[in-house]
Each structure stands twice: as C-alpha cells, then as structure tokens.
C-alpha cells in the first residue's frame, strides 16, 4: 500500500534511526497500560472471588430469607406450612479455620436429612452442580463428620482438625463433594449437619439463611413480596442480592484505584505527546517539503496518527504480559484488603481473558491517538513555505502560553465548581472530574510557569554564579523550547501531585484513624475469637468467657460487644450491641454533633441508636430520623439520635444498646470483649492471667496498643497498592524524561558540538544536561507538590468523603513527601545520566558540520 | 617561535572499515601575525586541516604544534586547554547560541574557561567589532554581517595566538564580505593573531600574506592544478 510505504519512510526508518528513544516511550506506554491492566486484573480476581462465596454453595434458588441473628426455627416451621409451592432449604453458614495452616474455608450446616430425601428424586445433573453432597450420609456420621471440597485435599476416613468461633475439634471425613468450576470457593468448603453447625455456632434455635426454590415459571418478584409481607421481621431478597451489595460496596473501592491507575496512563499519554511533537518540530521542513511534493494534509495527519498508534500498538503489547505479572503481586495486596474491609473472600487466579487483552490494547490506543492529535493537526497544517523557516515552532509555543495559562485558571475555576457539586449516588462523579480538570490546568499553564520560572532563575544564576555557566545555559535552553519542557514538566509534575497528593491523603487518614483509637479504645485489654480477621465475619466467643474473665485478679470491668452482618436498604452493614452504659461510662464516643453523654444517656434501653458517619452519608440518615431494622417476627424502628465519627468499617456500623435489643432477639454470646482493669495493674500481668484462666480456648488477646498497631497494620497493607501505582507513574515520567533528554541531546547536538569548538570539556557538555534535567526536576517537583496539595484537599474533602463517607482531619505528611520528593529528584538525575553521557560522546567536528 | 606547526600529518578516516586519506604528508607552519588561506575544492581535506590546527582532532602520523605545544599525547582535558588558551573559531553559519544575547555569546569562551572578568572583556571585544551597543540583544535580532562580527569578537575574546575561520564569508554579501575581510586584516596587524583561514573567496585569498593549495589531501604548490 502506498501510504504504508510512505509511512515506513517517513516515520519507521526515523525512528530506527534513535531506538533508544523510542523504546523508552513505548516503555512509557507499556508500563501505563500495564498498570491499568493490573489493577483491573487484581480487582477482578481480589473482588471477583467473593460473589462464589457461600451463596454459590446453594446452586440454583430463587429467594433468600434471611434475618438480624437469624431466622428463628419457629418461621422456618411456618414458612414450611405455607400454602405455597416452596421448596424451602435451611442453612447455617461461617467460616472455619483448618487447623494447622490457618486456613479460613467456608463452613456450611446443612439438613442432611431433608438432603437425602431430597437426592432420590434430584436428577445427576442435580447432584453434582445444585448440591455439594454427592453420597447420603447414616446419620450416624452427622455429630462428628464433615465433607470436604475437592480443594482441601483430604481423603474419606482422614481426619480434619477444625476451629469454629474459640472452639477446637477433630472431625472425620465422611467424603468428598464434587467441585464446581463457577464457585472455586466452594472447593475449598466444609460441609456438616446443620444441628452440629448450630452447636458449634452457639445459634441453637436459629437458621442463618433460608433457600427458596419456586417450582418454573413463578413470578420470584410476587413470591418475594408476599414473603416480605407475612413475615415482616425476615430479609427476603432475590438470590445473589448479597452479590450485588457486596459489589456495590466494592465499586467505589475499585473506582477509586481505577482511577489511580490511570493516572500513570496520563502520564504516558504526556510522554507520546512529547514525543510525537518532537516528531514534528525535528520534520516541519520535511512536512512542507512533502506538502510541496503533493501530499495532502490528511495524509501528513494520518501518517503522525499512524506513528502515535504504533507507540500505542507496541506499547501495549508488552503492557499486557506485564500485566500479568504485576496483577499476581497486585491480587496479594488486594486479597487482604478486600477482605479486612469488605467482604470474606479468596483470591481467583487472576485470568488474562480476551475482554482485558482487549482494553489493554485499546487503552494504548486510545491513549496514543488522542495524545497524538494535537501535534499530528500542527503538522497537517504546517504549509509548505513556513516549513523552511527555522524557529518558526517554538515561537508560536512562546505566543500561546498567555493564552493556555488563561484557560488553565478557567480550569481551575471549574475544577472548583465540579468539587462542590454533590455525588452522583455515592459515586463522586464530579470529584473525579475536579481532580481531572485540575491536573489540565496544571498541563496548560506549565509553559507559562516554565519560562517565568526560568527567566527568575536565568537571573538569579547570572547574578550570583550559581550553578556556572553550565546551569545557566540549561535555563536558557529550557525556557527557550518551552513546547518540550513545558510537556516534560507537566508529566513529571503529574505524577508528582499523585504522590504528593495519595501520600497527603493517606497519612491525613492514618493520622485521624490513630486519634480516633487514641479516643475510641479505652479498654486496657481486648478479646476475640483466634480467627483472622475480616469485615464481614463476626466470630463469637463462649458465653461463659465474660464471666472467666471478670473474676481474674486485676479486672475491674468487662464490656461485651456482639456485632451482626446484616444489611441496610440494599447495603451491608454492621449492627453492634452493647451495655452502652459501659460505653457511657468508660468510651470516648465522638459525635459530629450533639452532646455525647446525653446521647448516651437517652440511648440506654430504648429503640434508638446511633450510626456511624459513613452509614449516615451512604443512607442519607441525620439525627432524628428513623432506621427500620428486622429483628425477629417484626421491623422496628430506631430512632437515630447521632453520628459518630467511625473509621473501623466501611460499610457503617448501627450501635444498638443490649437491652433495647434483648426485647427482639435473644442477643447471644459476645463478638468481642473489652476489659478495664483496676487502676494500677499489669496490663501484661493480667493477659497472663487471662490466658491461664481461658486455656484450651482459642481467643486472641491484645494489648490495648498491640489492638491499635494491628489496626494500623491493615490500613498500611490497605494503601501499599496507592504507593506502588505511584511508584508506577513515576517511573513512566522518569523513563520519559530520559528519553526526552536523549532526544534533546540529538535536537542540540551542533550547539553541544559548537560549545567543545569554544573550548568546553566533555565534563561541563555532562553537567549541562543534567543541570537541565536537574532544573526541569526541580520545577516539575515544585509545580507538582503545589498541584498535589490541591488534588489532596479534592481527595480528601470530595472523593474520599463521598466514596467512603469519612471525615478525614488534614495532615501534612513532611517527612514522607521530602523523601518522595527526594526520590523523584534523584530518580529524575539519573534519567539524565545516560544522555549526558551521550551528549559528552558527541564528536563535535562531526555533528558541526551536519546541515 | 611559529604559531602553528604541522609536520609531515596526516590523517585517515575509516569509512565501512575502510581507511580512507584525508590529508597526507602535510607540513606547514604559520608566524605569529600571518594570514593565511586554504584553498580547494570541496572534500579536498580544509576542514580537516582545519579541525587538526585547532586542537579539534588528532593526526593518525606527523605531529601539530600550537604555541609551542604538541597535541600528539594530549588528552582530553589537554586538548580542551589548549583549545581555551590558544586557539579561536569562525564558522561559515556564524554559530551564535540562539538562547543567549550577544554580549553572552562573546563572553562563553571566558565563562566555560571560568576566566574572571568575562563581562567587561566581553564588551572590549564587541566595541573592537563596533558592535558594543548591540551587546544586550537576541541573535535574531541581528543581521547577517552582524552575527558574523559577533563571532569574530567571540573568537577573541580569550586574545587566542591562532585564529581558524571556516568560510567566514561564505553566508554573506559581497558589501558584508569585504567588512569581515578588513577585520580579519585588523586581527593579523593590530593584534597579531595569526589567521589559517579555509575560504573560495578570490578577495580573501588576494588579501592573504600567502595562500596554500590542497588537492586530495596534499598541498600542491599554487598554480599547478
């Protein structure tokens, strides 16, 4: 084809010519959509595991009935004599640890005998896919057997050694149920008689979800109304509701990552715009010579388009199978967090499908092609005459920096408007558009920013010597190519204000979760169940554990806490009961609103309780409202009558008291304890007590410190994946800028030849580069530190606030961003390292005398 | 003492493995004061005489003295400070650095030395060229002949023993020639500041103390072609 032709000419045998400059913006490109790719990848296989969870384990029903510490057997016997074609399957549903290892694997109590009379008119098919048990238990085996998934790797007859809630046994394999490939959890799961899990469980009496199947073609809507209407105190949801509330929390979680993640995209989309604009200031006279040839200026546009693409195109291609690597590295990080804030759940191998080959190639393309436009336009539009003036480009460069530094403070006018624009649902829509419009502005009014600062510094240098000539002349030559500085700059300070900003952000929120355990964690010692912790699992310890404790010598007080998974108009949730009496006595409960101790007063054994900030901004729930919860046969309403500020879950949390509670359900053994000791004593001479006095039992004990750095343990390992996407973005603007200086070098290599003529040493032709390179870091740190303030307050006081629903305390995080920005400066010295070299090998009589 | 002594050089290039003469078995010597051209046609070895007088290159035999120093053995930093000291350049395209003003422009040989005074020596050099109220502007704010006489003030700046020019006139008018060429003249009398000069300019050549023919790389004696 012609045109390919002229574009292998035109475009390909250029840039062979400098293919370590194009390596480095195709490095650009691959790491940036390699970095999008990964996120998508680990969000997927992270989040993607927990829609197998338990509810797969159930095959194909229709209706869940579920209930506030479960469905009383007394509703399930009702339900069971409805006059409706039901086909209803009681269940009990945890976790067990698999001991030893720690394994945490799905515990499912199931009535086998209903199951057995079940399989005789179940079909193969059924057996194997709808049901995990593929052989009828005697049910001799019930109290002491389980079966086991494929996954666990134990034979029929083996013994299993299980912890459930503070209890340890042994338990015989009676077999091995078949694996389901659409729920890889439930390879790994527990199967035991529903009476036995229940003991085990401490929920005697209580059925913790009820399977509904209608016989073809009912209307599961209908069914689910009329259920909801007899039975006003259950939770009657479509299958796989939980599904979708787990995935609604998990979007904004992933959004924002998402978004994170493309900012080293953005970063790299600078980058092709750098190097495309190279492209067409280095070829404008070719450019007029080919438009006096007859080339058209749709060809000369297309032909740029196709360069850009091909950046795009090779880019990805090397993005993706890095992808999948930095996906396995990102899924470890994503796991834990994913389960220590939302939901239980284990990794899914992380799967390079067709769809995600697929973005991958077309965020580079997409990415190349729109960063390509601008300077693919200039350079259809370059008429053949003005090609052959020289300078000619960064004049024009030079008269519209006024102009693009006036649209940046519209920008920036925007960019404020959009932060105090209210979320879309919880999604801050107009946040993220903030931030965006801000990091647009940043780009546009950077030329300006690059030839004031430059000009000051010219002065400044010429007047006091700093730096030598070598800094000087490196001044000059930024402020006079201000298309390219001004790019490299507004790419490296992008990424900058991401680090700037995440890093802001992130130690704000440290800081304002450690004040809040400061106030919130009174108690001098904390007990629960030896279980690893996740947001969505509430563990119970023995009934008798409080009391154990309370006698040990140096207890002055023990207060019970039982936490309950339930959800809120489509949302999950956490319930706690507690004797807020205690709480009124002893916590430091902090309202955003109202005074503490009346709040508390007014709360002790009446339908009222108080919600945590993210529930009240998720539910739009202010005091004096009223929440309705399901407890037993009928909904209650609560008044609500404050906010507390509350950093422990994401989901919120509804605070009942105990006895307001106690009048609905019986409120079973306690989740946690907290323990008050007497002034004076030991806190570690009281732990020691307390696990003599506990022995056999499996419960964790912590120091009211070890509780805090354990806490600040998981928010650490929550926001280890910000600062490797941000260490992402800014290793796309360093590789970058090293091969923006290589193309300097090459753009400046008869003035580098000139300077050796006039008698400069290879040493000062080095210290030239870097000194540009050291400037051009030194503004981009600048400009980006600034810009990364502002990002921050836009994360913190709109993105964060309307995801996540926390007020964050603003902190400035002063050694962290002088070793980052340390870290940029250096890595951006290095990046010169190698064109300075280059620079310094320049044979002057040759580059000289090249026209 | 000569200024500039060349002793039986010369110099190969290695072009696709091949080595290839560029100049052979060249002696020549130059006074201080003297004015002499090079003349030839295109490819005929100017430059490269050009390149090793100036310290710029190495012979591959033969050895080059400027100022009594030979720049066989020299390194690097050796031929960087002789280059500082000894020896100043005049290219055809003027070659003023588009970033810096004139007076910046002359004084950069001073600067890159790190001499004192580079100011103040600077603007003596521009008014010696008449050029000193132009001291603060752009080189694009320049004429042709002008940039040129900043090149020469630049050239001097550092008072060199041996002036290179390289087709100094060859970018300019025949009014803009002959101003370059009377200060070139002025440079060898008043300043006595040896010129080697590579020109096709008959005027330069008729004003030269003496003129030498290259052809493939050696010096033929004038007239024999």
Redesign the interface.
């Known amino acids: 084809m012609p045109f390919l032709r002229f574009c292998r000419a035109f475009l390909l045998r250029p840039l062979a010519k400098e293919p370590v400059r194009a390596g480095l913006t195709a490095l650009a490109v691959a790491l940036g959509v390699a970095v999008v790719l990964a996120i998508e990848l680990a969000g997927r296989a992270a989040a993607g595991s927990f829609h197998a969870s338990l509810e797969t384990l159930v095959g194909k029903n229709d209706l869940e009935i579920t209930a506030l510490g479960g469905v009383p057997e007394s509703l399930y016997a009702q339900l069971s004599s409805l006059p409706y074609p039901l086909h209803l399957t009681a269940r009990m549903e945890d976790f067990a640890v698999v001991k030893p290892g720690g394994e945490v694997v799905p515990l499912v109590g199931l009535d086998l005998v209903a199951q057995a009379f079940d399989r005789e008119d179940a079909s193969p098919a059924q057996e194997t896919s709808a049901t995990p048990l593929a052989r009828s238990p005697s049910p001799a085996e019930w109290n002491a057997s389980v079966w086991v998934g494929p996954g666990l790797a134990r034979a029929p007859g083996e013994m299993l050694r299980l912890q459930v809630n503070d209890s340890e046994a042994d338990y015989r394999v009676a077999g091995v149920f078949p694996g389901n490939s659409d729920a890889p959890q439930f390879r790994r799961a527990v199967v035991m008689d529903i009476g036995l899990a229940q003991r085990l469980l401490r929920r005697a009496g209580r059925i913790d979800r009820i399977l509904v199947r209608l016989p073809a073609g009912q209307d599961a809507a209908k069914f689910q109304a009329l259920l909801s209407r007899e039975f006003p105190g259950l939770l009657v949801d479509r299958s796989g509701a939980r599904t979708n509330e787990n995935r609604k929390m998990l979007a904004a979680f992933r959004w924002n990552l998402r978004l994170l993640s493309y900012i080293a995209l953005i970063v790299g989309a600078f980058l092709i715009y750098n190097t495309i604009s190279v492209s067409v200031v280095r070829r404008r006279r070719e450019i007029g010579v080919l438009r006096a040839l007859g080339a058209t200026r749709a060809q000369v546009l297309f032909a740029f388009l196709a360069e850009a693409s091909l950046f795009g195109l090779v880019g990805a291609l090397a993005g993706i199978p890095l992808a999948r690597v930095m996906a396995a590295a990102a899924v470890r990080m994503l796991g834990s967090t994913v389960e220590s804030l939302y939901v239980s759940s284990a990794p899914e191998p992380v799967a390079l499908t067709p769809g995600t080959i697929a973005l991958g190639l077309l965020a580079g393309l997409v990415v190349a092609l729109l960063s390509a436009l601008l300077p693919a336009l200039e350079a259809a539009r370059v008429a053949p005459v003005e090609a052959m003036e020289r300078?000619g480009r960064e004049y024009q460069a030079g008269v519209r920096k006024g102009r693009d530094a006036a649209v940046a403070v519209l920008l920036c006018v925007a960019a404020l408007a959009a932060s105090l624009a209210p979320p879309i649902g919880t999604t801050p829509v107009f946040g993220y558009l903030a931030a965006l419009l801000m990091i647009a502005a940043a780009a546009l009014a950077m030329p300006a920013i690059v030839a004031g600062a430059m000009a000051a510094s010219g002065i400044l240098m010429r007047r006091s010597g700093l730096g030598?000539?070598e800094a000087l002349?490196a001044s000059?030559?930024l402020?006079?190519s201000l298309r390219r500085s001004g790019v490299l700059t507004a790419a490296l300070a992008t990424a900058v204000a991401m680090m700037a900003s995440v890093g802001i952000m992130v130690s704000s929120f440290r800081r304002t979760v450690e004040d809040w355990m400061n106030q919130q964690l009174p108690a001098d010692l904390y007990l629960s169940p030896a279980v690893p912790p996740a947001a969505d699992r509430h563990p119970t310890l023995d009934p008798d554990v409080a009391a154990i404790v309370a006698r040990v010598p140096g207890v002055s007080a023990v207060g019970e806490f039982r936490a309950y998974s339930t959800s809120y108009k489509g949302l999950p949730v956490t319930l706690g009961v507690s004797d807020l009496s205690i709480v009124a006595r002893t916590g430091r409960l902090n309202f955003l609103s109202g005074d503490r101790r009346e709040i508390l007063s007014q709360l002790a054994g009446n339908d009222a309780a108080v919600v945590s900030e993210p529930f009240a901004n998720k539910h739009r729930v202010r005091p004096g409202d009223s929440i309705e919860l399901p407890l037993g046969d009928r909904t209650v309403p609560f008044r609500v009558l404050g906010v507390f500020y509350d950093y422990g879950s994401e989901a919120g949390l509804i605070l009942v008291d105990r006895a307001a509670l106690q009048r609905y359900l019986p409120v079973g053994p306690p989740s946690n304890l907290g323990v008050l000791l007497a002034p004076g004593a030991d806190p570690e001479e009281a732990r020691r007590s307390i696990v003599r006095a506990l022995e056999g039992r499996r419960v964790a004990i912590f120091l009211n410190r070890e509780l805090r750095a354990q806490a600040i343990r998981i928010f650490d390992r929550t926001f280890a994946i910000t600062y490797a996407l941000e260490a992402v973005a800014i290793l796309v603007a360093v590789v970058g800028i090293a091969g923006a200086l290589l193309a300097v070098v090459i753009d400046r290599r008869?003035?580098l030849g000139?300077?050796?003529?006039?008698?400069?040493?290879?040493p000062?032709v080095r210290r030239l580069i870097v000194f540009e390179a050291a400037l051009l870091g030194l503004l981009a740190s600048l400009a980006g530190l600034a810009q990364g303030i502002l990002l921050s307050l836009i994360l913190i006081y709109v993105v964060n606030k309307q995801s996540f629903g926390w007020t964050v305390q603003f902190h400035w995080p002063l050694a962290l961003l002088a070793a980052g920005l340390s870290g940029v400066y250096l890595a951006t010295l290095l990046a010169a390292v190698y064109p300075a070299r280059a620079a310094a090998r320049l044979v002057?009589?040759e580059v000289?005398?090249e026209e | 003492m000569s200024v500039l002594r060349l002793e039986n050089v010369s110099k190969d290039y290695s072009t696709g493995g091949r080595s290839v003469p560029a100049l052979e078995n060249i002696s020549l010597e130059l006074a201080e004061g003297e004015f002499v051209t090079v003349v030839g046609r295109s490819g005929c070895g100017k430059s490269t005489l050009l390149h090793l007088a100036g310290a710029m290159d190495l012979p591959t035999s033969g050895r080059v003295w400027i100022d009594g120093v030979t720049t066989s053995g020299l390194d690097d930093p050796g031929l960087v400070r002789l280059r500082r000291e000894a020896v100043g350049h005049i290219f055809q395209s003027f070659e003023l650095l588009p970033t810096l003003s004139v007076a910046e422009n002359v004084e950069l040989p001073l600067l890159l030395a790190g001499r004192s005074g580079a100011r103040a020596r600077a603007l003596e050099c521009l008014a010696w060229v008449e050029l000193a109220e132009l001291a603060a502007r752009m080189p694009h704010q320049l004429s042709g002949g002008q940039m040129q006489r900043v090149a020469i003030a630049r050239a001097l700046v550092h008072t060199p023993k041996l002036l290179l020019a390289d087709e100094p006139t060859g970018n300019l008018d025949t009014v803009t020639s002959n101003v370059i060429l009377l200060l070139l003249r002025r440079i060898s009398r008043e300043r006595a500041t040896s010129i080697l000069m590579a020109t096709h300019s008959l005027e330069l050549i008729a004003a030269a103390d003496r003129s030498i023919h290259l052809r493939d790389g050696r010096i033929e004696p004038l007239g024999t072609r």
Not at chain 1, 756 to 762: E, H, I, N, P
């Open positions: 300078g030598g000539l002349l000059r030559s402020a006079a008869r003035e000139l300077l050796r003529f006039l008698g400069a040493s290879q000062q002057p009589i000289i005398h």
